[in-house]
């Protein structure tokens, strides 16, 4: 591995995330579902047909009801999601202080083209992009290649990192996350680990991000060294009507305690910091759940956010994509 000295001054590294409304208010939340759920790897509908749909129905009854979740989680200095990005980003600054290291967002602010548009004309040549998605899926990481195709050019040079679902400081930080949340509260009696959920027809078509859940999975499961048994992968934030993957968390944290299970712990890989997902759907409307169904307490393991062990992860798989990066 070469040294973060020889890493050439016009290089940068951007963490990219989704991205987040800018205020818990109704008009916000539905700029930025408008602009999230306009993105045609979100949703594969005819423009045509979903726009109407979008803007006539959906935005007007969903923004409200989402603008009141994320009052219930805001932080003073903005979404959990924003905050969170922002220190995970200075974080790993100071691990590589040899590299430009600056946070983006695919929908919202800062927007990851604008970003990148800034950069070239500072004087970057090349950008290294690093989506905050642990696994590769047509739905998320896929947008973001779509955004360095559009902005790479003569001169300025943009590569994505794919994924990075098995690198081994990834999986340590996670599973020193875990033990350290055990031994502050005890460890619960089962660990369910929760993953944002996609469309099944996609991973029909050939999508690998389940594949990469389950591998995932397995790699923390060892390095607890947990039994089958002692955990569950489930799928969470499912949108419409039609077949996503399965099993969907809230069944099962529907079904947990009828199997004896009276203390649960959850963790959310697929999220690099928490979020509306993490925070309100499991941390509160699932611990809600799961005491409705005769559980006695869900004891959620926050995202590894702007740790330490977090940021010493990422500046391992930058490193790693820069050294095969000529």
Same mark, same amino acid.
């Given at each position: 591995?070469?040294?973060?000295?020889?890493?050439?001054?016009?290089?940068?590294?951007? +963490?990219?995330?989704?991205?987040?409304?800018?205020?818990?208010?109704?008009?916000?939340?539905?700029?930025?579902?408008?602009?999230?759920?306009?993105?045609?790897?979100?949703?594969?509908?005819?423009?045509?047909?979903?726009?109407?749909?979008? &803007?006539?129905?959906?935005?007007?009854? &969903?923004?409200?009801?989402?603008?009141?979740?994320?009052?219930?989680?805001?932080?003073?200095?903005?979404?959990?999601?924003?905050?969170?990005? &922002?220190?995970?980003?200075?974080?790993?600054?100071?691990?590589?202080?040899?590299?430009?290291?600056?946070?983006?967002?695919?929908?919202?602010?800062?927007?990851?083209?604008?970003?990148?548009?800034? +950069?070239?004309?500072? !004087?970057?040549?090349?950008?290294?992009?690093?989506? +905050?998605?642990?696994?590769?899926?047509?739905?998320?990481?896929?947008?973001?290649?779509?955004?360095? &195709?559009?902005?790479?050019?003569?001169?300025?040079?943009?590569?994505?990192?794919?994924?990075?679902?098995?690198?081994?400081?990834?999986?340590?930080?996670?599973?020193?996350?875990?033990?350290?949340?055990?031994?502050?509260?005890?460890?619960?009696? /089962?660990?369910?680990?929760?993953? /944002?959920?996609?469309?099944?027809? +996609?991973?029909?078509?050939?999508?690998?991000?389940?594949?990469?859940?389950?591998?995932?999975?397995?790699? #923390? @499961?060892?390095?607890? !060294?947990? @039994?089958?048994?002692?955990?569950?992968?489930?799928?969470?934030?499912?949108? !419409?009507?039609?077949?996503? #993957?399965?099993?969907?968390?809230?069944?099962?944290?529907?079904?947990?305690?009828?199997?004896?299970?009276?203390?649960?712990?959850?963790?959310?890989?697929?999220?690099?910091?928490?979020?509306?997902?993490?925070?309100?759907?499991?941390?509160?409307?699932?611990?809600?759940?799961?005491?409705?169904?005769?559980?006695?307490?869900?004891?959620?393991?926050?995202?590894?956010?702007?740790?330490? @062990?977090?940021?010493?992860?990422?500046?391992?798989?930058?490193?790693?994509?820069?050294?095969?990066?000529?």
């Amino acid at each position: 591995m070469r040294p973060d000295a020889d890493i050439p001054a016009d290089t940068a590294l951007v +963490l990219v995330n989704l991205g987040t409304p800018d205020a818990p208010t109704a008009p916000a939340v539905r700029r930025y579902l408008a602009e999230f759920l306009s993105d045609p790897r979100v949703v594969q509908l005819p423009r045509w047909l979903w726009q109407p749909l979008l &803007r006539g129905l959906i935005l007007p009854l &969903r923004a409200p009801k989402v603008a009141e979740k994320y009052a219930q989680i805001w932080l003073d200095g903005g979404s959990p999601l924003t905050v969170y990005t &922002r220190g995970l980003a200075d974080a790993v600054q100071a691990v590589l202080p040899a590299l430009r290291v600056v946070p983006a967002m695919r929908y919202g602010m800062p927007a990851l083209a604008g970003t990148l548009a800034r +950069l070239r004309g500072e !004087g970057v040549r090349r950008a290294l992009l690093l989506p +905050l998605y642990p696994q590769y899926s047509t739905t998320t990481t896929a947008s973001v290649e779509d955004v360095a &195709r559009a902005q790479a050019g003569a001169g300025f040079a943009v590569r994505v990192v794919g994924d990075y679902h098995l690198a081994p400081e990834w999986i340590a930080a996670l599973a020193a996350s875990v033990r350290a949340h055990w031994a502050a509260h005890g460890r619960g009696e /089962h660990l369910l680990l929760s993953f /944002h959920g996609i469309p099944q027809r +996609l991973v029909d078509a050939g999508d690998p991000y389940a594949a990469q859940c389950a591998a995932g999975a397995r790699a #923390l @499961a060892a390095a607890l !060294g947990l @039994a089958p048994e002692a955990y569950t992968v489930a799928f969470q934030s499912r949108f !419409g009507r039609e077949r996503w #993957l399965q099993p969907y968390t809230v069944e099962v944290l529907q079904a947990l305690p009828a199997r004896g299970v009276r203390r649960l712990d959850v963790l959310c890989p697929g999220f690099a910091v928490d979020c509306l997902e993490t925070l309100e759907e499991i941390a509160l409307g699932g611990a809600e759940t799961f005491r409705a169904a005769g559980g006695e307490a869900l004891r959620y393991i926050p995202c590894l956010n702007a740790s330490p @062990a977090h940021a010493q992860a990422l500046a391992a798989v930058a490193r790693r994509a820069l050294e095969a990066w000529p």
